[in-house]
């Protein structure tokens, strides 16, 4: 299926001057970085981008590309990657697609949660701010803070999301600052506080700075 590429709801130069003149270490890394390069996954709705989280949960790769694959065949038997199709396929074909049952479990409540509107539609979802988001998506079985702040940052395209839950990002603010314990989550957003409105570009810049050591 060929997508249209989404695109950002932001001004990247815009995010970037902001950036470089709240934070001096931060300056050094964009520098080093180079040019803002993130590039947003397509999806045509919050079901679809969830659906992926769900069954890449805990996998890496192949094997999860292997099993989502699956699903979507079994669901396309349906009629697509919709939560209705989720509801009409048997608990015996997507745990044969290789779900497991947490995750058989957490596809069903997904669909559920969708079909009761918990979960928004994608153009709903553009006009509520991240707090609320987050709220409701995490009422999904499975999915915590961290998986709705990726949602945010690589589907949505939200400016200013800080995912301090994440591994990554709590290493490279600790590289990048020197610092010789791992830093709370409320220390990281008490120093992000300066980068507002624009966390997801820094964000994407602390990922970076970790893939060449």
């Known amino acids: 299926m060929n997508r249209t590429k989404p695109k950002l709801r932001f001004d990247p130069a815009a995010a970037l001057t902001h950036l470089r003149s709240s934070d001096e270490r931060l300056a050094a890394l964009i520098d080093r970085v180079g040019p803002f390069g993130?590039?947003?996954?397509p999806a045509d709705s919050l079901f679809e981008a969830m659906l992926r989280s769900i069954v890449y949960q805990q996998l890496h790769g192949q094997a999860a590309a292997s099993i989502h694959g699956r699903v979507l065949t079994e669901l396309d038997r349906h009629g697509g990657p919709t939560p209705a199709a989720l509801t009409r396929a048997t608990d015996a074909a997507l745990r044969g697609a290789g779900l497991s049952r947490n995750k058989l479990l957490a596809v069903r409540d997904l669909a559920a949660k969708c079909l009761a509107g918990t979960v928004p539609s994608l153009r709903e979802a553009h006009k509520l701010g991240d707090d609320e988001l987050v709220t409701r998506l995490t009422e999904v079985r499975g999915i915590g803070p961290w998986t709705?702040?990726?949602l945010l940052i690589f589907y949505l395209g939200r400016p200013d999301v800080m995912p301090t839950g994440d591994f990554a990002i709590r290493l490279g603010f600790k590289k990048l600052y020197h610092k010789r314990k791992d830093p709370a989550p409320e220390a990281i957003l008490?120093?992000?506080?300066?980068?507002?409105p624009y966390r997801s570009v820094?964000?994407?810049y602390l990922w970076r700075s970790l893939d060449n050591g």
């Open 38 to 41: 993130l590039e947003l996954k």
């Open 148 to 150: 709705v702040h990726m």
């Open 190 to 196: 008490k120093h992000t506080r300066r980068w507002q």
């Open 202 to 204: 820094a964000s994407w």
